[in-house]
């Protein structure tokens, strides 16, 4: 299979803080890529170098037919531009448009930013909302609407941008228990699809069941990676199975 995403030598610091420490990956088109590791390991900040939300000060990343290198400064806007329109972001939470619906949440970056007709997008927004279970709720404003809703919401509106890949950031760690089933279905479901994804998360089950690759990193490094059933089944590292055994049995 092809990579879809090929990662090379990432550092990045904050001051003189070195948080990524040379990361490289490779998601190969059509899978899913977990990310795992203990809290500040850097599994955000990869995640945004992804998507250039966050510039790394080293290293090369590939996304689809774009390459940005690090090493060569800072990229310039046509080139960022066109590297981000590879991606979209699913965020933990809190970042839908208050005064919009969740229609107008979804169709706002396909109309505005990619300046695609109006008529065709909410068409396409409103099969996206159905598929991700809320077509009653295409008028609804996020208030209206439980954590999960909204979270699904986000993942019409990332799907909207036709991303090549789909970037989650612990898409369900700020949701109620009870509300988490709901978006990890949905999840499944375009992993399934083929939707090439790569998924921050604590939802072991989801890793277990669904991820093609797990990445376990720590201090800025992916320390292991293989298929979940190595690295969470039976990891190599010290720090791999000290993490997984916090994890799986918390006190
Ligand atoms: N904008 C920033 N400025 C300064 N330091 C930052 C910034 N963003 C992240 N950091 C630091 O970089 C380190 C890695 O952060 P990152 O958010 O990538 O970790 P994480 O693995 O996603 O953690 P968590 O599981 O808590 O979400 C942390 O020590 C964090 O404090
Ligand atoms: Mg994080």
């Given at each position: 299979m092809t990579d879809l995403i090929s990662v090379r030598g990432l550092t990045k610091s904050f001051g003189d803080r070195p948080v990524l420490r040379g990361i490289d990956f490779a998601v190969p088109e059509g899978t899913v890529t977990v990310v795992i590791g203990p809290s500040g390991s850097g599994k955000t900040t990869v995640l945004r170098s992804l998507n250039a939300l966050e510039l790394p000060d080293g290293g090369t990343v590939t996304v689809g037919s774009e390459t940005l290198d690090f090493a060569a400064g800072e990229p310039g806007r046509a080139a960022l531009a066109r590297y981000r329109a590879q991606s979209a972001m699913v965020f933990q939470s809190h970042n839908l448009f208050p005064h919009k619906t969740a229609l107008e949440n979804v169709t706002e970056g396909p109309i505005v930013v990619q300046r695609r007709p109006a008529g065709d997008v909410e068409a396409e927004a409103r099969a996206l909302l159905d598929r991700v279970g809320l077509a009653d709720h295409a008028d609804k404003y996020p208030h209206q609407l439980s954590g999960g809703q909204q979270q699904r919401v986000g993942i019409a509106r990332a799907l909207a941008l036709r991303p090549k890949v789909v970037l989650f950031d612990e898409?369900?760690?700020?949701?109620?228990p009870e509300l988490v089933g709901g978006v990890l279905t949905v999840m499944r479901d375009l992993a399934t699809e083929g939707r090439t994804m790569v998924v921050v998360t604590h939802e072991m089950a989801f890793a277990r069941d669904v991820a093609d690759q797990v990445l376990f990193v720590d201090g800025g490094k992916v320390l292991e990676s293989g298929p979940p059933a190595e690295v969470i089944g039976d990891p190599q590292q010290a720090r791999t199975r000290e993490f997984l055994d916090r994890i799986l049995h918390p006190l």
């Open positions: 898409p369900t760690s700020a949701l109620d």
